[in-house]
T-cell receptor, first 115, second 116 residues
Framework: DGGITQSPKYLFRKEGQNVTLSCEQNLNHDAMYWYRQDPGQGLRLIYYSQIVNDFQKGDIAEGYSVSREKKESFPLTVTSAQKNPTAFYLC??????????????FGEGSWLTVV | GNSVTQMEGPVTLSEEAFLTINCTYTATGYPSLFWYVQYPGEGLQLLLKATKADDKGSNKGFEATYRKETTSFHLEKGSVQVSDSAVYFCALSETNYGGSQGNLIFGKGTKLSVKP
């Protein structure tokens, strides 16, 4: 089935550790996104990529890093510089900019907890 | 900057009641508007969308009309079911003239609980 796969579903991080969340899509979409969801705050954009080998910071990029070496993959690393990383992380993809009514599709999300 | 404001929840209704969740936006250019639904522990699913003024998006009995004059995109359903219990997000897609940046600006979400 076509879709967006995020892994792991649940992840625990110790203080000072970096962790990487995986996101893979087989929809042949050019654009990919990472959002963070906190209770009562909706979703906030961390990073996005509109094409392979290129990505841009979103509203809350500090403490995060990404790469886009392949069209289907957009991993997110939560670094030790992110002071409050406990949240629900959502990966998404879309055909890309320039498409009228460009629709973004989401994965099932990953829960990250600092212990 | 662009923003989306939606009514705060939680909203609790009895089965078969009428649902309205208000959403207003502030944007430059010509945004597309979306409603997404999130069931517990899951990602977001697109519920419906509208790409220009006066368009009506509809799906699964839900409807919303893109009102440019009131900058609104209210979600409605005539008869809710227990299975509609979820969190609903209103969102806009930022645009440049002649195209779309593609990024979504979300409201904070409205939790709906439907009781039998």
């Amino acid at each position: 089935d076509g879709g967006i796969t995020q892994s792991p579903k649940y992840l625990f991080r110790k203080e000072g550790q970096n962790v990487t969340l995986s996101c893979e899509q087989n929809l042949n979409h050019d654009a990919m996104y990472w959002y963070r969801q906190d209770p009562g705050q909706g979703l906030r954009l961390i990073y996005y990529s509109q094409i392979v080998n290129d990505f841009q910071k979103g509203d809350i990029a500090e403490g995060y890093s990404v790469s886009r070496e392949k069209k289907e993959s957009f991993p997110l690393t939560v670094t030790s510089a992110q002071k409050n990383p406990t949240a629900f992380y959502l990966c998404a993809s879309s055909i890309g900019p320039g498409t009228p009514g460009n629709t973004i599709y989401f994965g099932e999300g990953s829960w990250l907890t600092v212990v | 900057g662009n923003s989306v404001t939606q009514m705060e929840g939680p909203v609790t209704l009895s089965e078969e009641a009428f649902l309205t969740i208000n959403c207003t936006y502030t944007a430059t250019g010509y945004p597309s508007l979306f409603w997404y639904v999130q069931y517990p522990g899951e990602g977001l699913q697109l519920l419906l969308k509208a790409t220009k003024a006066d368009d009506k998006g509809s799906n699964k009995g839900f409807e919303a009309t893109y009102r440019k004059e009131t900058t609104s995109f209210h979600l409605e359903k005539g008869s809710v079911q227990v299975s509609d219990s979820a969190v609903y997000f209103c969102a806009l897609s930022e645009t440049n003239y002649g195209g779309s940046q593609g990024n979504l600006i979300f409201g904070k979400g409205t939790k709906l609980s439907v009781k039998p």
